[in-house]
């Protein structure tokens, strides 16, 4: 599988490493805390990152993009409605909580449809508001990555600031209709398979 992952923070936040094997680039979605872990393990399989990408704009899921980006010299990547969310007065009360200052601002801001090229490889973007108003997917190579929308077991929640339960309730029926052998890779927990999700989560 072309990917890596490592829980950091203090909310177990799920960052991934997406990598084409051949030419080592390498996309770093949700760098969340812990640049030097991530960095550690960037650079003990010669991975070479193109991009910060995230699933959304949560703290949680931002905490290290600054630090890889200028370490890297990679642009950040994320969803227009995410990167006006995590600059409002809410959005920059709740990246304070968690000590994370405001971050560079977006090199591409990221649509529905979108596709991020890693080396040979391609993700598509899936927009799925809900957990927040810019909350992305990325779905490719039989992976999706589904940040705050979809965990193991459960969703995520749309009662934080510009979250919308009507609009999580409509992006979890896009993803149902994804191939059901898909790798389901969340912001937070295990990982599992879109089959079992649609027979065992109550709430997709
Ligand atoms: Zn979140
Ligand atoms: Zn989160």
């Known amino acids: 599988m072309p990917y890596l992952s490592l829980d950091v923070g203090e909310l177990d936040a799920n960052c991934y490493l997406f990598y084409d094997d051949a030419g080592r680039d390498c996309l770093v979605i949700d760098p969340g805390a812990e640049a030097e872990r991530?960095?550690?393990l960037i650079e003990e399989r010669a991975?070479?990152?193109?991009?910060?990408?995230l699933t959304h704009g949560h703290p949680d899921h931002t905490g290290a993009a600054a630090t890889l980006m200028a370490r890297y010299r990679i642009p950040l990547w994320l969803h227009a409605a995410d990167e006006?969310?995590?600059?409002s007065e809410?959005?920059?009360g709740l990246a304070a909580m968690f000590g994370v200052g405001p971050l560079p601002a977006a090199g591409r801001l990221l649509r529905d449809g979108d596709i991020l090229a890693c080396?040979?490889?391609e993700l598509k973007v899936i927009h799925s508001p809900?957990?927040?108003p810019g909350s992305v997917l990325f779905h490719g190579q039989g992976l999706l990555?589904?940040?705050?929308t979809l965990f193991r077991g459960d969703v995520g929640r749309s009662d934080l600031p510009g979250g919308d339960g009507e609009e999580?309730?409509?992006s979890l029926a896009r993803i149902r209709k994804l191939p059901p052998h898909t790798v389901v890779l969340p912001g937070h927990g295990p990982a599992s398979v879109l089959e079992l999700e649609l027979k065992d989560n109550p709430c997709l």
Do not use: C, K, N, Y
Not at 47 to 53: D, F, K, M, Y
Not at 84 to 87: D, G, H, K, S, W
């Open 130 to 132: 809900g957990h927040s």
């Open 168 to 170: 999580l309730r409509r």
């Open 90 to 92: 809410a959005g920059r």
């Open 38 to 40: 991530i960095m550690e």
């Open 119 to 121: 080396g040979a490889l």
């Open 47 to 53: 991975l070479l990152p193109r991009a910060v990408v």
């Open 84 to 87: 006006e969310a995590m600059r």
């Open 145 to 148: 990555f589904t940040g705050d």
